[in-house]
Nanobody, 125 residues
Framework: VQLQASGGGLVQAGDSLRLSCAAS???????MGWFRQAPGEEREFVAAIKWGGDRSYYGNFVKGRFTMSRDNAKNTVYLQMNSLKPEDTAIYYC????????????????????WGQGTQVTVSS
């Protein structure tokens, strides 16, 4: 599956952005995730959502600011990011992984087989 992330940009602290990730095939086949990577840092888990959209998972740093959703009819997942902080500055990647009922699987980079090209998010103070 091919993934195309979009929606990044330059915003000020406290602003919001909505990232989108369009897939080339049915997203209902996959667990979908968002990760981010800042310069010099490892890729970090942001959020994941199960194939039915009934349950989502977030990194500890999110603290209620981000919401991940999916529209399987459009083969698209979204990441709504509110109350952005300068430390949220990174390249954001969407990813697709095989279905699993083991939730701990969703937090790990190697669990995902397909990755988009990333979209830059820059938050100024």
């Amino acid at each position: 599956v091919q993934l195309q992330a979009s929606g990044g940009g330059l915003v000020q602290a406290g602003d919001s952005l909505r990232l989108s990730c369009a897939a080339s095939e049915r997203t209902s086949r996959y667990v979908m995730g968002w990760f981010r990577q800042a310069p010099g840092e490892e890729r970090e888990f942001v959020a994941a959502i199960k194939w039915g959209g009934d349950r989502s998972y977030y990194g500890n740093f999110v603290k209620g600011r981000f919401t991940m959703s999916r529209d399987n009819a459009k083969n698209t997942v979204y990441l709504q990011m509110n109350s952005l902080k300068p430390e949220d500055t990174a390249i954001y990647y969407c990813a697709a992984g095989q279905r699993s009922d083991n939730a701990s699987y969703y937090y790990s980079v190697p669990s995902y087989d397909y990755w988009g090209q990333g979209t830059q998010v820059t938050v100024s103070s």
